[in-house]
């Protein structure tokens, strides 16, 4: 006799498969995920370190007002940008990089702290999607020298400096120490286990600016 269904035994097994292959497939997945998002935003971040040094190269042989922030009205360069050139807010339509970037879609950048002025330095801390610290892209919290430098994760953020009077570096307990100039948007990529505490003014990191 032909028979036209599946046993009770042989749709177990179908599902055990089924399972199996899922559960080999999610891992993969998520890595892909993950992967673009660290990737579209170093993207942003390209984009705009590049618009920075744009308006730095338009202040430096101005000597009047002009628009930086592509809006159609020529702005007060003494107020709104530093006295190196770089803009102390690019926030627009809530976005903290709006005025910078001329695409209609946000940079899914957000401010993490206010304006910081240290040891001759100000400063401003900044996270995206990779970076958020609740909701990024995972790191390892058991073997810190797994952590991939340069690649964005929720132990790391971004640093913009507008205005740097001196030689400053920043330094922690969990990078190491750079040199930080005016202008410079940098990760800051954090090589350890602890997450990023952004109410402490050391981050929970030993987070610190030192300038000479």
């Known amino acids: 006799m032909r028979r036209n ?3 009770m035994i042989e749709l177990i097994f179908v599902i055990v498969i089924i399972g199996t292959l899922a559960a080999m497939a999610v891992p993969k997945f998520t ?3 993950d992967h673009a998002i660290k990737a579209t935003e170093l993207s942003t971040a390209s984009a705009v370190a590049t618009a920075l040094e744009s308006i730095h190269s338009a202040w430096s042989i101005s000597d009047e007002d002009f628009d930086w922030d592509n809006d159609g ?3 007060d360069i003494d107020t709104e940008l530093s006295s190196q050139g770089y803009p102390w807010d690019m926030t627009r339509n809530g976005d ?3 005025a910078l970037l001329k695409s209609s879609t946000k940079s899914d950048f957000k401010t993490q702290t206010a304006l910081l002025s240290q040891a ?3 400063y401003r801390l900044y996270t995206a999607k990779a970076t958020d610290p609740s909701r990024g892209v995972g790191f390892t919290t058991t073997v810190a020298s ?3 430098e340069a690649k964005p994760d929720k132990n790391d953020f ?5 205005e740097v009077n001196a030689s400053c ?3 922690s307990d969990h990078f190491n120490a750079k040199k930080v100039i005016a202008g410079d948007f940098i990760l800051l990529d954090v090589n350890g286990t602890l997450p990023i505490d952004f109410s402490d003014s050391a981050l929970g990191i030993g987070f610190s600016v030192t300038c000479s």
Do not use: E
């Open 5 to 7: 269904a599946f046993t």
């Open 31 to 33: 890595g892909v995920k």
């Open 73 to 75: 009205v020529d702005d």
């Open 96 to 98: 903290p990089f709006g």
């Open 120 to 122: 001759k330095m100000s």
């Open 146 to 148: 797994r952590d991939i």
């Open 158 to 162: 971004w640093l913009y400096a507008p």
């Open 169 to 171: 570096t920043v330094s």
